[in-house]
């Protein structure tokens, strides 16, 4: 069964409108601790759990089969299309590195928690940085592509649902589920 790249298109955007209200969550944590506070470390590794295991492991590989549409089209579709594969890759290891050194911080082992939360900060930029050219430019020119003619994939193993935004959540992010219960929507 092939899925139609606009409906594709649609849960991307909507995937990039949770992964802010969540990386806004982690910023909303980096205050509390500015303001000589407390970071709440497993509402962090809740949302990096979520980032490596849906954000990375089905989000960016949809947002390959869209790519993979456009540089088969060619031409200013296709354009800069070479990078997305590297920034993706990075935002992976950065994501998993992250989240290992967050268990090993919750663990009492050596990593310090200002290095920890530095990173995150850091993760944080670098992934906003990531959906901004895709929003601003690349979905974009997906959507002019498709005007011209539609096209359809199959997503095989990437039929996966959301397990936090998803019509079934998953029990593993109860903590993050009542969190985003109590935070303001966007
Ligand atoms: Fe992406
Ligand atoms: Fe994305």
New binding site residues.
């Given amino acids: 069964m092939t899925t139609d790249l606009r409906s594709i298109l649609a849960e991307l955007r909507l995937d990039h409108r949770n992964m802010s209200r969540l990386l806004d969550i982690v910023e909303s944590q980096m205050l509390k601790v500015d303001a000589g506070g407390e970071p709440d470390i497993e509402l962090l590794r809740d949302i990096m759990i979520y980032m490596t295991t849906y954000s990375d492991t089905i989000?960016?590989p949809r947002?390959d089969l869209v790519y993979a549409e456009m540089k088969a089209a060619g031409g200013n579709v296709a354009d800069g299309l070479e990078h997305?594969q590297e920034?993706?890759e990075e935002?992976a290891t950065f994501g998993e590195s992250l989240r290992n050194d967050i268990d090993a911080m919750m663990a009492g082992t050596a990593v310090t928690r200002d290095h920890v939360l530095h990173d995150m900060i850091d993760y944080v930029h670098r992934l906003r940085r990531?959906?901004a050219w895709?929003e601003e430019d690349l979905f974009m020119r997906a959507d002019a592509m498709l005007e011209e003619a539609p096209r359809s994939v199959e997503l095989g193993s990437l039929e996966g649902s959301d397990p936090v935004f998803g019509a079934t959540s998953a029990g593993a992010f109860d903590n993050l589920l009542h969190h985003l219960q109590d935070a303001p929507s966007p």
């Fill in positions: 989000h960016h947002e997305v920034d993706h935002i990531h959906m895709e």
